[in-house]
Each structure stands twice: as C-alpha cells, then as structure tokens.
C-alpha cells in the first residue's frame, strides 16, 4: 500500500516520501480501516520539522520516532481484532489513529465512532482533533451557557470553525474575530458579530467576552481587558513563527497569572473518545455543525497540503482524499 512515509526532522517538501509498505495488520483492540480521507493539523507540520524543539525530548532528538503523519481519518472498516464489538467490516467510521496518510491504517476502536450517512468522508475526516478541540473546550473548561458572549479570536481556522458552531449550538452569543476576507464565511457559519481584525483590535473595543483564543497573537495583558471580571480565557494555538516564544511564554505567564486574580487562564490538550466523537457525529449529522474546507489535495500532494496550512491562510480544514469519494458538502 502507499503511504506518506519522513525519517528525518526538516520541511515537508524535503523529508516526505510516498512510499510502498507493508499493509498493517489489527491488534485485537484495533479496527483497519480502508481510508477515505484525512485532514491535516498543525501538530504535523510541528513533528516533521522537530519544532518547537521540545518535541524532540519526545518524539526522537536526532531523527523522529513517529514516522507517518496524520491523525484525523474517515473510512471504511476492512476488518476488526478479536475484541472489538462496537464495528463491523463494511461500516463507515471517523475518529483518531496514527499515520493517517496512507491507503491503510490501523485505529484503536475507542477513538473511532460512526459516519453519519449524510456526512462526505471529507467533512467526517475533518473533525476529530479541530472539534474535539473546540467541544472539549468550550464544554468542559470554559462552561459555557446558553447567553454568554463569547469571543473566538481564529474564527476562520480549522479550530475557530467548529469553535464558532459549537459555541452557537450551546446557545451562546458568538463574536468571531478574522481577516478581511473571512468575514462573510464566518458569519455565515452562525457568529453573530464578526470583528475584521484588520480593522478593529478586540482587547481595545471596551467589551468583555469568554475568550477562546486559536491565534495568540495579543499579549495575556490585552486580552484581560476584553475578558470578563470572572470570565475564562482558553488557549489553544499560537502565533506563526514564533513556536517556542510564541506559545510556551503565555502558557508560563497564564499558569502563574491564574492563581491571583478573578479570570482564569486555561491551557489545554484535547483527548480522544468515542462518547465526543459521537457527540460531534450528532451535531454534523443535524446540520447545526457543518465542516468547512478549504483545500483538498491527493496523497501524493501531502507535502503541499502541509505547506499551504502552514501558510495560516487557510479557512477551515486542509483535508487529503483518497481512493474514489463521494462530493465533498462542507461549506466552502
């Protein structure tokens, strides 16, 4: 089977191969799935090129230890291990798995759930991480209620897009913050006001929101001024080209900011579990989420799909398509 295949840390167009290797083979946990699509996320353009450079404490200080990129996957279920009870071959699934760019992959059965039948496998493949990321968030760590205002600085990203519906869904009143040119998208996605930064800086218009912060791109002491007096900022991205300063400097600065005054600064990581993924299902399946993607390229493209969204232009996902597809239906 064809795969997309680095052995060394640098740029994608210089480190990733297509390359033949062996079809993997299900553990009694696992699920093969026959992949359908797959989306791109930040995380592995960060892993390729080895930075911020304390990934490599992790992943392999000289040469990675994780060599196949991606990790949001839609498909069809080939075959299942001996444990598995919730899949059957034949089913069509979305959810978590490693090495996503390939024609196979193996998936644990609980980061896996159902595709709505409505679904395109390009609109399932792009919600695990960048929903689960949104959901978890603004469910689990900001509580947000029906009449909040909320405020997602990113709106228009991968993140920022599921951000702005699921906060919606919540009954929250949405305030998206992008560039010029997403202004119409996003407010077509459910924000009930959207602010063109280029126009307008948010920490100075005087009003107060929950923040849920994909870009980073304004010093904690500038969001405090548009956050409530109790309210709760979330971080969940980081300024381009500025990995290690950019994003490990606020985390420290909120981690001690925290405990001494009335706002709360968040730092997290999304996890993977079926009950969400389910959860998300649901909400696609209903139409009060719809994916938006931007891009969609061939496996043989992967080094340019990961260079374009490394560009941080893209409105919502970046997705991979292979095998024969139905349509993509994802906003556009």
């Not at 083979?25 to 930040?42: F, M």
């Not at 039948?117 to 959901?135: D, G, I, K, R």
């Not at 709760?232 to 300063?245: E, S």
Request: aromatic share 6%; charged share 20%.
């Amino acid at each position: 089977m064809k795969a997309a295949v680095y052995t060394r840390y640098g740029p994608p167009d210089v480190v990733v191969q297509i390359e033949d290797v062996e079809r993997p083979v299900p553990k009694d946990n696992e699920v093969l799935i026959k992949v359908r699509a797959a989306s791109v996320n930040p995380l592995d353009a960060g892993l390729m090129k080895g930075k911020p450079h304390s990934f490599r404490i992790l992943f392999g200080l000289r040469k990675p230890r994780l060599t196949r990129p991606g990790v949001d996957v839609a498909g069809q279920v080939e075959a299942v291990g001996r444990s598995v009870m919730q899949f059957k071959p034949g089913d069509e699934v979305f959810g978590i798995c490693k090495g996503a760019f390939a024609e196979y992959v193996c998936a644990p059965e609980s980061g896996l759930a159902i595709k709505p039948e409505n679904l395109a496998f390009e609109q399932a493949a792009s919600a695990p991480v960048a929903a689960l990321t949104a959901l978890q968030g603004l469910r689990d760590k900001g509580h947000i209620q029906p009449g909040q205002k909320v405020l997602i600085n990113g709106a228009a990203g991968g993140v920022g897009t599921f951000a702005v519906q699921i906060a919606k869904s919540f009954g929250a009143d949405v305030t998206g913050v992008c560039s010029t040119r997403n202004v119409e998208m996003v407010r077509s996605i459910g924000a009930d006001q959207v602010i063109d930064y280029t126009q307008q800086d948010f920490t100075e218009s005087g009003k107060r929101y929950a923040i849920f912060d994909c870009f980073v791109n304004h010093s904690l002491s500038a969001c405090r001024r548009a956050l409530n007096p109790k309210g709760i900022y979330l971080m969940v991205g980081g300024p381009p080209k500025r990995w290690t300063v950019g994003i490990l400097a606020p985390v420290i600065k909120a981690l001690v900011l925290s405990p001494f005054v009335s706002q709360r600064f968040v730092v997290y990581v999304a996890r993977s579990n079926r009950e969400d993924l389910a959860m998300m299902s649901k909400l696609m399946a209903s139409g009060k989420v719809k994916p938006v993607i931007d891009k969609v390229y061939k496996l043989s493209e992967v080094p340019e799909a990961i260079r374009y969204l490394e560009q941080r232009h893209a409105r919502g996902k970046v997705m991979i398509i292979l095998a024969c597809n139905n349509k993509t239906q994802g906003t556009r």
